[in-house]
């Protein structure tokens, strides 16, 4: 009797204690540990937002990059042309000064033959003086405004000179360099009204390009077309053939 009272009582206490160990909640560091794995993937998400924003701002910077990359590419390409231009202008101003410092010999020479090209000096002192004036404005001083002015009274003093090609030429440039392409252009066409005159090419050219600029591309293919068939060995020539083939021809 008093053995089965034993037993009754050793299982109610085992009962007990397993009742208690179900009954007991989840660990601390159980929830802890949950907790902590939540938060670490919420910093998870937001690093990722935070690096594909970063992402994308950057592709947006390469992007204006490269817009303005190519800005500037067509910058330099037309700075490129212009100084080459600039340097072509002043080989010819110093082929001009050059030529001008033996005037006085070849003036003795032909003071009284008739000028028959472009390139004929005349006897008269003033007008070979007031040339040469005009053109050390450019070379010497600088001072293209002044030049302007002194081509324009050399032409209105002596209409017939021999120099009038070069000095419509030398205007042409002067403009064409203030990007005043309506007046260039107005001088070049007098130029190239001289079959025999060394600058016709080279003024041929810039109508081109002034056509060019104007949004004209039938004119300007048509004058960089007769530059090559005109003066098919001249730099001139090559300079047409490269505009043509930008514009597709």
Same mark, same amino acid.
């Given at each position: 009797m008093n053995s089965n009272k034993m037993r009754v009582a050793a299982l109610a206490l085992l009962v007990g204690a397993a009742t208690q160990v179900v009954a007991a909640p989840a660990p601390v560091t159980e929830l802890n540990s949950s907790s902590a794995q939540g938060s670490s993937l919420e910093r998870l998400e937001r690093m990722l937002e935070a690096r594909n924003q970063v992402q994308i701002d950057m592709q947006r910077q390469l992007e204006q990059l490269a817009s303005e990359m190519d800005e500037l590419r067509g910058v330099v390409e037309r700075n490129s042309y212009d100084l080459s231009q600039m340097l072509e202008r002043q080989r010819e101003l110093y082929r001009e000064v050059d030529a001008l410092s033996r005037q006085p010999q070849k003036a003795t020479d032909t003071a009284d033959a008739k000028p028959k090209s472009t390139?004929?000096?005349t006897?008269?002192? =003033?007008?070979?003086a007031d040339y040469e004036k005009a053109v050390n404005l450019i070379l010497k001083e600088k001072d293209y405004d002044g030049a302007v002015k002194a081509f324009e009274g050399f032409l209105a003093s002596y209409p017939e000179s021999a120099?009038?090609?070069n000095a419509h030429y030398w205007l042409g440039?002067?403009?064409f360099t203030k990007n005043q392409?309506?007046?260039a252009g107005e001088q070049f066409k007098a130029v190239a009204s001289y079959s025999d005159s060394n600058k016709r090419a080279d003024a041929m050219l810039k109508l081109g390009v002034i056509a060019e600029r104007s949004k004209d591309v039938a004119e300007a293919k048509k004058m960089y077309q007769e530059v090559v068939k005109s003066y098919p060995d001249s730099t =001139?020539?090559?300079q047409a053939q490269a505009n043509l083939k930008k514009l597709g021809n």
């Amino acid at each position: 009797m008093n053995s089965n009272k034993m037993r009754v009582a050793a299982l109610a206490l085992l009962v007990g204690a397993a009742t208690q160990v179900v009954a007991a909640p989840a660990p601390v560091t159980e929830l802890n540990s949950s907790s902590a794995q939540g938060s670490s993937l919420e910093r998870l998400e937001r690093m990722l937002e935070a690096r594909n924003q970063v992402q994308i701002d950057m592709q947006r910077q390469l992007e204006q990059l490269a817009s303005e990359m190519d800005e500037l590419r067509g910058v330099v390409e037309r700075n490129s042309y212009d100084l080459s231009q600039m340097l072509e202008r002043q080989r010819e101003l110093y082929r001009e000064v050059d030529a001008l410092s033996r005037q006085p010999q070849k003036a003795t020479d032909t003071a009284d033959a008739k000028p028959k090209s472009t390139e004929t000096y005349t006897g008269n002192v =003033s007008e070979n003086a007031d040339y040469e004036k005009a053109v050390n404005l450019i070379l010497k001083e600088k001072d293209y405004d002044g030049a302007v002015k002194a081509f324009e009274g050399f032409l209105a003093s002596y209409p017939e000179s021999a120099y009038k090609p070069n000095a419509h030429y030398w205007l042409g440039q002067l403009y064409f360099t203030k990007n005043q392409l309506k007046q260039a252009g107005e001088q070049f066409k007098a130029v190239a009204s001289y079959s025999d005159s060394n600058k016709r090419a080279d003024a041929m050219l810039k109508l081109g390009v002034i056509a060019e600029r104007s949004k004209d591309v039938a004119e300007a293919k048509k004058m960089y077309q007769e530059v090559v068939k005109s003066y098919p060995d001249s730099t =001139s020539s090559r300079q047409a053939q490269a505009n043509l083939k930008k514009l597709g021809n």
